[in-house]
């Protein structure tokens, strides 16, 4: 088990840009598929994208392609997200979660990863 923090959530306007991190307290993540889901008020959980263990596949959900860039940090043991071109249904609270031995098929399933961060706040004002 690992213990997820996430930072650098915040409010900013439509069209900026947010870079999310989420590190693992007193460890490192590269044995770990790491991935990033995000929940609106009313709204389910949903997935946002996922960086795989040995081999950094990288998976995202439709709504954020090309926008958002998922990336794992070595150097600061963390995996960052990247968000680009903000838009105000971006709002939301933003989870990463981490798990091994997760197969491709069960990437964008928010309960297949056992360990969760507390979660950082991203609203976008339009």
């Known amino acids: 088990q690992v213990q997820l923090v996430e930072s650098g959530g915040g409010t900013v306007k439509a069209g900026d840009s947010l870079r999310l991190s989420c590190a693992a307290s007193?460890?490192?993540?590269?044995?770990?598929?790491v991935g990033w889901f995000r929940q609106a008020p009313g709204k389910e959980r949903e997935f946002v994208a996922t960086?795989?263990?040995?081999?950094?596949?990288?998976y995202y959900a439709d709504s954020v392609k090309g926008r958002f860039t998922i990336a794992r940090d070595n150097a600061k043991k963390t995996v960052v997200l990247q968000m680009s071109t903000l838009k105000p249904e971006d709002t939301a609270v933003y989870y990463c979660?981490?798990?091994?031995?997760?197969?491709?098929?069960?990437?964008?399933?928010?309960?297949?990863?056992?360990?969760w961060g507390q979660g950082t706040q991203v609203t976008v004002s339009s």
């Open positions: 979660a981490a798990g091994t031995g997760l197969i491709t098929s069960s990437l964008r399933d928010g309960a297949r990863y056992p360990d």
């Open positions: 007193g460890g490192t993540l590269y044995r770990h598929t």
């Open positions: 960086i795989k263990n040995y081999g950094d596949s990288k």
